[in-house]
């Protein structure tokens, strides 16, 4: 049963700015860091970036180091994407999950994706 819901997506021109949000059920997150991924058209899901279930650690793909800034809210089992300085590189469906560090990167721990919600920036 997939109970991640990926929000707050659009279309924008290159340089604005966009926040998505993630929600989930307090089991979903507990105790987890939680990552946004992306993917392309053609291409595979990346790492976006990850936050520990504190919040205290955040974690960022060299991409969108410096534009991008995640968050996350407990009490409302909410994740948050801020994204600055758009580029049209940026355009993807952008999605969530709980994530863990394994092998050199994070990646996702979760049996279904949510439906993700689409990013796209014009330049």
């Known amino acids: 049963q997939v109970d991640l819901a990926e929000s707050g997506g659009g279309s ?3 340089g604005d700015s966009l926040r998505i949000s993630c929600a989930a ?3 979903t997150f507990s105790g987890n860091p939680t990552g946004w991924f992306r993917q392309a ?7 976006v970036s990850a936050i520990s279930w504190s919040g ?3 974690y960022y793909a060299d991409s969108v180091k410096g534009r991008f800034t995640i968050s996350r809210d407990n009490g409302k089992n909410t994740v948050y994407l801020q994204m600055n300085s758009l580029k049209a590189e940026d355009t993807a469906v952008y999605y ?3 994530t ?3 092998g050199g990167t994070w990646r996702p721990i979760v049996r279904s994706w949510g ?4 990013v796209t920036v014009s330049s």
């Not at 058209?41 to 790492?47: A, I, N, S, T």
């Open 12 to 14: 924008v021109q290159a």
């Open 25 to 27: 059920s307090t089991r």
């Open 41 to 47: 058209p053609g291409k595979d899901r990346e790492f």
């Open 56 to 58: 205290s650690s955040t």
């Open 96 to 98: 969530c999950a709980p």
């Open 100 to 102: 863990a560090w394994s």
């Open 115 to 118: 439906q993700g919600t689409q």
